[in-house]
């Protein structure tokens, strides 16, 4: 009988229903912010799969990419409030939530190729002062400007259908959602059967992802081939035909076939991708998450949304005590205006009153350090990538292009992952 090990996951096709194009069954997961830009996710597309984009800190993005000016302006409005710790008078404006968001979807969807489909990842704990309102904006403005399908991640709120059952692509546009447990899934879909339309499918992240975790610090308890087991099981018994997504720890195309053959319509994957040359981070950043070893990485509570997160120890943004940049940034603000950092912050403030600078070890200031890349956040097999390429002569890593791994992904059988082609000769050894 033929094994696991024997297949690859170019055996295997994905289509959402009976008249979607033919897909490869990998999906690029969302990265924000900006790590999983518009150029890997593109790639992906190009490639015959899926790629996420995702509308972490969207006008900051654009600000970058596209020069606009959104983060200076609010900073502006707002200027007068700085040293203030009462932050509720600092608000999104949405028609520039709407342009900035219309922007980032449009100029990628205008540069799409290839026969796959580009996603946008919307992270539901982006709360943004005002939840529901900047969240309806973020969804509507992605469908006006053509999006082909949006992933609801990170706080999924149950009544986001209902937020855009009004948008004339509510049924056309694919929708699905991220859960790390059947008990998450059944809420979803219970709160959402009134707008009478199901999930086109919904990504099961087990404790292994990157970013944050749907799991308590009790994490290793769990995993992943379990949860997606029990939500099989469950769809099957409730007659949905719901295609089901794995993501969090499959790192070689054995371990997608695993899935595959389980019965998984796809896969979602990232950490590999981290380090490619089209990945939003930084090249200095990428070599951080190559040389990390498995003891670097820590699943801690630094997030003020208050979900774990894993990231590399050594990440800048831990312990750092900047001041809140809630005028500029304010991503996480809820509607009253509080943010756990903030709160963390002027705790230190007021017990270190004459200090220059201060430390805060159990939040860090979220927006401002996923902004400059300094919140590495990464999977739990990143101690892996370093096996995934070539060390060079300066002993940095050769950076991997999304189109090797991607067709590693595709064609490895047998837990292989094939090696890019050099880029530099390796400096040959003098003999005698
Ligand atoms: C650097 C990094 C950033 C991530 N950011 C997000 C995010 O913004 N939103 C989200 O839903 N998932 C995020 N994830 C999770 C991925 O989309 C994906 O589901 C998961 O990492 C897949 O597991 P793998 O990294 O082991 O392949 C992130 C993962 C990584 C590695």
Same mark, same amino acid.
């Given at each position: 009988?033929?094994?696991?090990?024997?297949?690859?996951?170019?055996?295997?096709?994905?289509?959402?229903?009976?008249?979607?194009?033919?897909l490869?069954?990998i999906?690029?997961?969302? @990265?924000?912010?900006?790590?999983?830009?518009?150029?890997?996710? *593109? &790639?992906? +597309?190009?490639?015959? $799969? /899926?790629?996420? #984009?995702?509308?972490?800190?969207?006008?900051?993005?654009?600000?970058?990419?596209?020069?606009?000016a959104?983060?200076?302006?609010?900073?502006?409005?707002?200027?007068?409030?700085?040293?203030?710790?009462?932050?509720?008078?600092?608000?999104?404006?949405?028609?520039?939530?709407?342009?900035?968001?219309?922007?980032?979807?449009?100029?990628?969807m205008?540069?799409?190729?290839?026969?796959?489909?580009?996603?946008?990842?919307?992270?539901?704990?982006?709360? @943004?002062?005002?939840?529901?309102?900047?969240?309806?904006?973020? *969804? &509507?403005? +992605?469908?006006?400007? $053509? /999006?082909?399908? #949006?992933?609801?991640?990170?706080?999924?709120?149950l009544?986001?259908?209902?937020?855009?059952?009004?948008?004339?692509?509510?049924?056309?546009?694919?929708?699905?959602?991220?859960?790390?447990?059947?008990?998450?899934?059944?809420?979803?879909?219970?709160?959402?059967?009134?707008?009478?339309?199901?999930?086109?499918?919904?990504?099961?992240?087990?404790?292994?992802?990157?970013?944050?975790?749907?799991?308590?610090?009790?994490?290793?308890?769990?995993?992943?081939?379990?949860?997606?087991?029990?939500?099989?099981?469950?769809?099957?018994?409730?007659?949905?035909?719901?295609?089901?997504i794995?993501?969090?720890?499959?790192?070689?195309?054995?371990?997608?076939?695993?899935?595959?053959?389980?019965?998984a319509?796809?896969?979602?994957?990232?950490?590999r991708?981290?380090?490619?040359?089209?990945?939003?981070?930084?090249?200095?950043?990428?070599?951080?998450?190559?040389?990390?070893?498995?003891?670097?990485?820590?699943?801690?509570?630094?997030?003020?949304?208050?979900?774990?997160?894993?990231?590399l120890?050594s990440?800048?943004?831990?312990?750092?005590?900047?001041?809140?940049?809630?005028?500029?940034?304010?991503y996480?603000?809820?509607?009253?205006?509080?943010?756990?950092?903030?709160?963390?912050?002027?705790?230190?403030?007021?017990?270190?009153?004459?200090?220059?600078?201060?430390?805060?070890?159990?939040?860090?200031?979220?927006?401002?350090?996923?902004?400059n890349?300094?919140?590495?956040?990464?999977?739990?097999?990143?101690?892996?990538?370093?096996?995934?390429t070539?060390?060079?002569?300066?002993?940095?890593?050769?950076?991997l292009?999304a189109?090797?791994?991607?067709?590693?992904?595709?064609?490895?059988?047998?837990?292989?992952?094939?090696?890019?082609?050099?880029?530099?000769?390796?400096t040959?050894?003098?003999?005698?």
């Open positions: 009988m033929m094994s696991a090990a024997d297949r690859c996951v170019d055996e295997f096709r994905f289509r959402f229903g009976r008249h979607g194009p033919e490869i069954p999906m690029l997961g969302g @990265m924000g912010v900006d790590i999983s830009n518009a150029d890997l996710a *593109l &790639e992906i +597309a190009r490639l015959g $799969g /899926i790629g996420h #984009i995702s509308d972490a800190m969207v006008p900051t993005v654009t600000d970058r990419r596209y020069d606009t959104y983060t200076k302006e609010k900073l502006k409005r707002y200027k007068y409030n700085v040293k203030s710790l009462d932050k509720s008078a600092v608000k999104f404006d949405l028609g520039l939530l709407a342009e900035a968001q219309k922007m980032h979807v449009l100029r990628t205008e540069r799409k190729r290839g026969p796959g489909l580009i996603f946008i990842n919307c992270m539901e704990k982006l709360t @943004m002062a005002a939840p529901k309102e900047t969240l309806k904006v973020r *969804l &509507e403005s +992605a469908l006006d400007a $053509g /999006i082909d399908g #949006i992933t609801l991640s990170a706080g999924l709120h009544g986001s259908f209902a937020l855009i059952e009004e948008h004339p692509r509510f049924r056309d546009a694919k929708l699905g959602i991220i859960v790390s447990s059947v008990r998450a899934l059944q809420l979803f879909l219970k709160k959402s059967a009134r707008t009478r339309r199901l999930p086109d499918f919904v990504v099961v992240e087990g404790p292994l992802a990157g970013g944050h975790l749907g799991f308590g610090l009790d994490w290793a308890r769990y995993d992943l081939r379990s949860i997606v087991t029990e939500v099989l099981q469950y769809l099957a018994r409730e007659e949905l035909a719901i295609p089901v794995p993501a969090g720890g499959i790192f070689t195309g054995t371990d997608a076939v695993e899935f595959l053959e389980m019965g319509a796809a896969v979602q994957v990232a950490t991708f981290t380090v490619t040359k089209e990945c939003g981070l930084p090249d200095r950043v990428k070599q951080e998450y190559f040389k990390a070893n498995e003891e670097d990485i820590e699943v801690n509570t630094i997030s003020p949304t208050g979900y774990p997160m894993r990231m120890k990440s800048p943004a831990i312990g750092a005590g900047i001041r809140p940049n809630c005028e500029a940034f304010g996480l603000l809820d509607a009253n205006g509080h943010c756990a950092y903030i709160d963390a912050y002027n705790r230190e403030v007021e017990k270190n009153p004459h200090a220059k600078t201060i430390h805060v070890w159990d939040k860090t200031c979220l927006c401002t350090h996923m902004r890349f300094d919140c590495w956040t990464c999977g739990h097999y990143t101690y892996r990538l370093k096996d995934t070539h060390r060079l002569p300066d002993g940095s890593y050769q950076l292009t189109e090797h791994v991607f067709n590693d992904y595709r064609y490895s059988k047998n837990h292989e992952i094939a090696l890019p082609p050099r880029e530099v000769e390796p040959p050894v003098a003999a005698g």
